[in-house]
């Protein structure tokens, strides 16, 4: 029987479960998450800035590279009380963009990104492109040598997370007719490269990337031999912190809903105890459950061959399960109100199907499942 | 606590490894119950009775029991390692379940020294088998009812009334029995008193109910006149409710001192999995309809969380929101998963679906039709999945009582 992963629990992962519970409660409530819809950039600089002083943004960076010398297990449980408080920031982009240089990047482009990575410089990954196939390394984007001695990039990214704050910009593209990645300065992006684009999750910031008429330097070429595997890893690592972000999300979907449970009564009775309403609130709290162990075993075996695979997309397939079932069941059980935008319920429903739909859904991962199963 | 070396417990498994290896009968040429509910004929008794008592003696149940009423007073980490060892060689079932699992940890709970010494060895050996009479014909999960009565009568009680869904009934030598010994209280939970009742004595009768598989299995209890020895009451009279409800921790669970060993094989979801690859249909192996695959990834994924949900409640941070959360939705999760991935498993043999144990032409001897029909005791016993969804809801989740 092959290893499917296991449970496995750092003291760093508990120190920073503990901490980070506390900071994602006071520093964003849900009036917080409100305001921030409206505001421009999405997120709060000031509350930016104490996560980079907390050390998050360099968890996973190498101690050589300015940060702390973890991993992403010990993300995991940052990003997870994030998304149970539906907390905005660019710190998922940066992460992985980190992740690329340090799996993928060349040794001078680690001593040059990663230290500022680590002080809290934004940075994001460029992946999808308008055909929105979820497969790690289907790409159509070009580089090509340029008689100027540098490169020039051509095509479209879309769903570039974070696009508007990043320093950096690493997408995937074809160079010399395989797979590659490019680190994009903000600045070599001509005006008019970005387009703010209009999400179903109104929390996060995407951009469209016009790549046309950008060049970069050769030097800005990640590692070529290792492009395979750093999209591989990169394709992993967005699923592993998605479904963090999801199940902290469910947690609190299913609070939100058994708060209104037991206060709201209809008919002469508290609706919590009718048990039409309390069976799939229960359903929902057992899918929680599973997807979160299926979480941290991912975040313990994420580095392992193979099995850490199977982990992350079962983590990433339940998590979908999960999030989806529970938020969709806190508009219904919310009755009227819960179609209204004041109702809490759709924010957590729109990030759901926010992250399904980036770097891959329930059906995706499970499809990928079977053949690493069967 | 004991300090456990690394090395006798590896060496301890070692041996286990080797006792199971050797001493695991593959085929006893009939078929062997699934769960301890399903024992349904004298061949099944025997041989399971004689395969615990085998287990016990070669030192790998009880274990951690300790050594003054039987059991072999190791740490748990050894009767855990025998109970891997026991799996992986796929030994048949612990038969003494109700006595393994809730009276004996009941016992050394809140049992006498008295009781401690005279019942901890038989339930091991399965010298004595016992049975549980919560259930009574018309009370479903709604326990606190009882209406059985046990009125005192020197140094005895006398006991009148019925009890239904006695597993091992046939079999048992004692009954934890809940009686009501005051009919007249304000609250109906204040009446109630918990007994450890001979079974094989007058006035005690019982009758086998044919379930839905066809087989044996339970049996219904009655009491006429029956005369129990008042030194076989658990705590003081009046107080068998909260006797009661620790008994659920232990059948539940929800708390440990279980004596080991396993009482259910469940059907396992790669088991099912290889079914899906011999199965065909239309030429080709079921599992290549994307709908089949779909689904038994989402059964594999499934009972991958029930057993990363088990060693999760190890780390205490990650269970710190709902601490009594996994355990309690353990029972509902599954339960449902097991009759679900049954069910499953009958679509995926197709037109033999129709065949049931006793035709040549069943898949496996009809197994899954046997396990899937038999996978309601778990979804019904022990408090049927609708009322443990109401546990799970009011006790965890802290929703309204319905």
Request: with cysteine; proline share 4%.
């Amino acid at each position: 029987m092959q290893d499917l992963g296991r449970i496995g629990f750092s003291e760093d992962q508990a120190a920073l479960l503990d901490v980070a519970t506390d900071f994602c409660l006071q520093r964003s409530p849900v009036s917080t998450v409100r305001r921030l819809i409206e505001d421009e950039l999405g997120h709060d600089p000031a509350v930016w800035k104490e996560m980079g002083e907390l050390g998050w943004l360099g968890i996973a960076i190498p101690e050589d590279f300015g940060g702390s010398g973890l991993s992403l297990a010990e993300v995991v449980p940052v990003v997870e009380q994030m998304g149970r408080r539906l907390m905005t920031g660019p710190l998922i982009s940066a992460t992985l963009a980190a992740q690329a240089l340090a799996v993928g990047g060349t040794e001078a482009q680690k001593l040059a990104v990663l230290p500022r990575l680590a002080e809290g410089l934004a940075a994001t990954i460029a992946l999808a492109e308008p055909d929105f196939d979820w497969e790690a390394d289907t790409v159509a984007c070009q580089a090509q040598d340029a008689a100027d001695g540098k490169l020039a990039l051509s095509g479209q990214k879309v769903l570039v997370a974070d696009a508007g704050v990043a320093q950096w910009i690493i997408a995937s593209v074809r160079y010399q007719d395989a797979p590659a990645l490019v680190l994009i300065p903000a600045a070599a992006l001509p005006a008019g490269a970005l387009r703010r684009e209009t999400v179903i999750d109104e929390t996060r910031r995407s951009f469209a990337l016009n790549l046309d008429g950008v060049s970069v330097s050769k030097q800005d070429l990640l590692d070529p031999a290792l492009a395979g595997t750093t999209l591989m890893h990169l394709h992993l690592a967005a699923n592993l912190l998605a479904a963090a972000d999801m199940v902290g999300g469910t947690q609190s979907c299913i609070d939100y809903t058994v708060d209104y449970l037991k206060t709201r009564v209809q008919f002469g009775k508290l609706i919590g105890s009718y048990q039409a309403l309390k069976h799939p609130t229960v359903d929902a709290y057992c899918k929680y459950e599973q997807a979160r162990s299926h979480l941290y075993a991912a975040a313990h075996c994420f580095g392992e061959q193979g099995t850490g695979e199977i982990a992350v997309r079962m983590a990433k397939a339940a998590a979908d399960a999960a999030y989806s079932f529970a938020a969709d069941r806190a508009i219904q059980f919310h009755g009227g109100f819960g179609f209204t935008y004041d109702c809490d319920a759709q924010l957590y429903r729109r990030r759901a199907i926010w992250h399904a739909a980036n770097y891959g859904d329930a059906g995706f991962h499970k499809a990928k499942l079977a053949r690493l199963l069967f | 606590m004991q300090t456990v070396d690394p090395k006798d417990l590896a060496a301890f498994e070692a041996d286990a490894d080797a006792w199971f290896n050797e001493n695991v009968v593959r085929d006893p040429g009939f078929m062997l119950p699934l769960t301890f509910m399903e024992v349904g004929t004298d061949q099944q008794f025997n041989f399971l009775r004689d395969w615990q008592n085998k287990v016990y003696e070669a030192g790998y149940l009880g274990a951690a029991w300790p050594k003054e009423y039987g059991g072999g007073g190791l740490d748990q980490a050894f009767q855990n390692a025998a109970t891997r060892a026991m799996r992986r060689h796929h030994g048949p079932i612990m038969l003494n379940a109700i006595g393994l699992n809730w009276t004996g940890p009941l016992l050394l709970n809140m049992g006498s020294e008295e009781h401690k010494k005279a019942h901890l060895k038989g339930i091991l050996s399965a010298e004595d088998i016992w049975c549980q009479g919560f259930s009574e014909p018309g009370n479903g999960s709604d326990l606190g009812n009882a209406q059985t009565r046990a009125v005192r009568d020197g140094d005895h009680y006398v006991v009148n009334g019925s009890k239904i869904w006695t597993t091992l009934g046939r079999y048992a030598k004692y009954m934890i029995l809940l009686a009501r010994t005051d009919p007249d209280t304000p609250k109906k939970y204040d009446g109630l008193s918990f007994f450890l009742a001979p079974m094989k004595i007058p006035g005690v009768e019982t009758n086998p109910i044919k379930k839905l598989t066809g087989e044996h299995g339970f049996t219904q209890t009655f009491f006429t006149d029956a005369r129990i020895p008042a030194t076989g009451l658990m705590g003081v009279e009046g107080g068998g409710w909260k006797v009661a409800m620790r008994t659920l921790e232990f059948e539940r669970g929800t708390r440990g001192g279980q004596a080991g060993g396993y009482v259910a094989v469940g059907s396992n979801a790669f088991e099912v999995l290889d079914l899906a690859k011999r199965m065909t249909r239309s030429g080709k192996p079921v599992l290549d309809d994307p709908q089949v695959a779909d689904q038994m990834v989402e059964f594999l994924m499934e009972i991958q969380a029930l057993s990363l949900n088990g060693q999760r409640t190890q780390v205490p941070n990650l269970v710190a929101d709902h601490p009594q959360g996994i355990p309690l939705a353990s029972k509902l999760m599954g339960t449902e998963m097991s009759r679900r991935l049954n069910e499953f498993a009958i679509r995926l043999t197709g037109a033999r679906g129709a065949y049931y144990v006793g035709e040549e032409e069943a898949v496996d001897r009809g197994v899954w039709a046997r396990a899937y029909l038999n996978s309601f005791s778990a979804t019904i016993g022990g408090g049927t999945s609708q009322i443990q969804a109401n546990i799970v809801g009011e006790h965890v989740l802290g929703l309204p009582k319905s």
